[in-house]
């Protein structure tokens, strides 16, 4: 069958080449916090300071890193493919988008971004918010927190992933652990909808039986095989 139309969700193992932790290896992102003292609106509303430094510290971490050959490769294939394509990202960082990609959505936040609980408005936020900047919205105090999608909370795009899913004649998964729903549960709608599915993981991940082809390695190879592939 002819593709056409694919979609491509990654994860923090794209990222681990790039230098940036994965969040459930044995060097992951929770050492030393527990998921819910971070990772929860209770956690941020019971204690702002840390979960501030937490993502203070990770937005600062993002200026001694760059894209590697995985996100490089995505934005070839974002440049250069002609049928449709999304790429939706569970990862915060902008290595995609600094690697050229364009049809990109972050479903789970940005960390350069800041989210007034006040007045809801979104903002581009390079700095660090632990000291408690005004909006530049609404100009309240103390009511910017990190534009990141907690659990418990709505991940960003899901009716236009949900529309593409349904279009996609090829889902391709990369570097995720398939631990986190509603992300982990795209494989099995997109195989609903009737695209082939195939997983680029560094092992097997939790839903790996769901996938038609699993491919086992780092994303730094992998990933440019497989759009050299597609592009011919
Ligand atoms: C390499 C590599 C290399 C390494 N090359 N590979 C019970 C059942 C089902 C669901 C739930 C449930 N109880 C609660 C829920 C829902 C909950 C959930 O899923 N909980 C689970 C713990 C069970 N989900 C939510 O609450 C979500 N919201 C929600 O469901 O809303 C309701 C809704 C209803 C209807 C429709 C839609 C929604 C929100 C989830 C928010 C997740 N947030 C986080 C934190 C973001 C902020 C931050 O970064 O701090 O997102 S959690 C964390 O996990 C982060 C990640 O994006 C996410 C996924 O992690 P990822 O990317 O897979 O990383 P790892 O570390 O797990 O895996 C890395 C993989 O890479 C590994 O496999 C490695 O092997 C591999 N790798 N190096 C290739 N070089």
Same mark, same amino acid.
């Given at each position: 069958?002819?593709?056409?139309? $694919?979609?491509?969700?990654?994860g923090a193992? $794209?990222?681990?080449?790039?230098?940036?932790?994965?969040f459930? @290896?044995?060097?992951?992102?929770?050492?030393? /916090?527990?998921?819910?003292?971070?990772c929860?609106? *209770?956690?941020?509303? =019971?204690?702002?300071?840390?979960? *501030?430094?937490?993502? !203070?510290?990770?937005?600062?971490?993002?200026?001694?890193?760059?894209?590697?050959?995985? /996100?490089?490769?995505?934005?070839?294939? !974002?440049?250069?493919?002609?049928?449709?394509?999304?790429?939706v990202t569970q990862n915060v960082d902008?290595?995609?988008?600094?690697?050229?990609?364009?049809?990109?959505l972050h479903m789970h936040g940005e960390l350069?971004?800041?989210?007034?609980?006040?007045?809801?408005?979104?903002?581009?936020?390079?700095?660090?918010?632990?000291? %408690?900047?005004?909006?530049?919205?609404?100009?309240?105090?103390?009511?910017?927190?990190p534009d990141i999608v907690w659990f @418990?909370e709505m991940p960003y795009g899901?009716?236009? $992933?949900?529309?593409?899913?349904?279009?996609?004649?090829?889902?391709?998964?990369?570097?995720?652990?398939?631990?986190v729903?509603p992300a982990?549960?795209?494989?099995?709608?997109? =195989? /609903?909808?009737?695209?082939?599915?195939?997983?680029?993981?560094?092992?097997?991940?939790?839903?790996?039986?769901?996938? *038609?082809?699993?491919?086992?390695?780092?994303? %730094?190879?992998?990933?440019?095989?497989?759009?050299?592939?597609?592009? @011919?």
């Amino acid at each position: 069958m002819e593709t056409r139309n $694919i979609v491509v969700l990654t994860g923090a193992g $794209i990222s681990a080449e790039s230098g940036l932790a994965t969040f459930r @290896g044995p060097d992951g992102l929770w050492e030393g /916090h527990r998921v819910e003292d971070v990772c929860t609106p *209770q956690a941020f509303a =019971r204690n702002r300071a840390l979960v *501030q430094r937490f993502y !203070d510290e990770r937005r600062a971490r993002l200026a001694e890193v760059e894209p590697n050959a995985a /996100h490089e490769a995505l934005a070839r294939l !974002d440049s250069e493919w002609r049928g449709e394509l999304l790429i939706v990202t569970q990862n915060v960082d902008d290595l995609h988008e600094r690697a050229g990609a364009r049809r990109l959505l972050h479903m789970h936040g940005e960390l350069k971004s800041a989210w007034c609980i006040a007045c809801g408005i979104r903002t581009r936020w390079e700095a660090s918010l632990g000291d %408690g900047p005004d909006c530049p919205g609404c100009g309240k105090a103390a009511t910017l927190r990190p534009d990141i999608v907690w659990f @418990g909370e709505m991940p960003y795009g899901m009716e236009r $992933i949900d529309a593409a899913l349904a279009r996609a004649d090829l889902f391709v998964s990369i570097g995720t652990s398939g631990a986190v729903y509603p992300a982990a549960g795209f494989v099995q709608s997109a =195989r /609903h909808y009737g695209a082939r599915t195939l997983e680029l993981n560094l092992e097997r991940s939790e839903g790996s039986a769901y996938f *038609q082809e699993t491919r086992l390695g780092a994303a %730094g190879t992998l990933v440019p095989d497989w759009v050299g592939e597609m592009l @011919g």
